[in-house]
């Protein structure tokens, strides 16, 4: 299973998309962005169940989080 299903950053303003590998947080436009998700991959890989046994913190949902490596 995959930490983290973040597909890529985008901008609602202007469109523009980025890769998840560098740090951003503002477009070249001046707009914070947004994070996609592949929905079908954790609709498939992640149950309920799991969740029930993790630790009741945010990294209980880290597949929903937007970091690629447990790490950082």
Not at 40 to 50: G, R
Request: hydrophobic residues 25%; contains cysteine; aromatic residues 10%.
């Amino acid at each position: 299973m995959k930490y983290s299903y973040v597909s890529h950053l985008y901008c609602p303003k202007c469109g523009n998309t980025f890769d998840t590998k560098k740090k951003h947080q503002l477009c070249t436009c001046g707009s914070p962005l947004l994070v996609n998700y592949d929905l079908e991959s954790i609709k498939e890989n992640l149950k309920p169940e799991t969740l029930k046994n993790r630790e009741a913190s945010l990294w209980r949902y880290h597949e929903m989080l937007p970091v690629e490596d447990k790490k950082m």
